[in-house]
Nanobody
């Protein structure tokens, strides 16, 4: 069974930092791109960041550029999202996902999804 499990979410004050992790298991993810998405209550899921399998390409939503960094450790089948200078508008459930494409920003391209981890940023 393919599983993606996020961790690292929590409550942090504005300006603080969190590092999210996503550990994948159940199959080989060689060649897969990875992405992070987030969804606030009552809002649609939105793209946050994506990274290619070899780490050579990354994409970020404009709202997080310069603050967030996506990375991956293929040996551990793990993807990370380092979030700095957090803002209250970053509050959302954050999901990691894997796509057979090299890299993608649209959630329709992602085949595997985690269950999410809550990030709450207080003012």
């Amino acid at each position: 069974q393919v599983q993606l499990v996020e961790s690292g979410g929590g409550l942090v004050q504005a300006g603080g930092s969190l590092r999210l992790s996503c550990a994948a298991s159940g199959r080989t993810f060689s060649g897969y791109g990875w992405g992070w998405f987030r969804q606030a209550p009552g809002k649609e899921r939105e793209f946050v960041a994506a990274i290619s399998w070899n780490g050579g390409s990354t994409n970020y939503a404009d709202s997080v550029k310069g603050r967030f960094t996506i990375s991956r450790d293929n040996a551990k089948n793990t993807v990370y999202l380092q979030m700095n200078s957090l803002k209250p508008e970053d509050t959302a459930v954050h999901y990691c996902a894997a796509t057979a494409m090299m890299i993608a920003s649209g959630y329709g391209a992602y085949k595997y999804w985690g269950q999410g981890t809550q990030v709450t940023v207080s003012s």
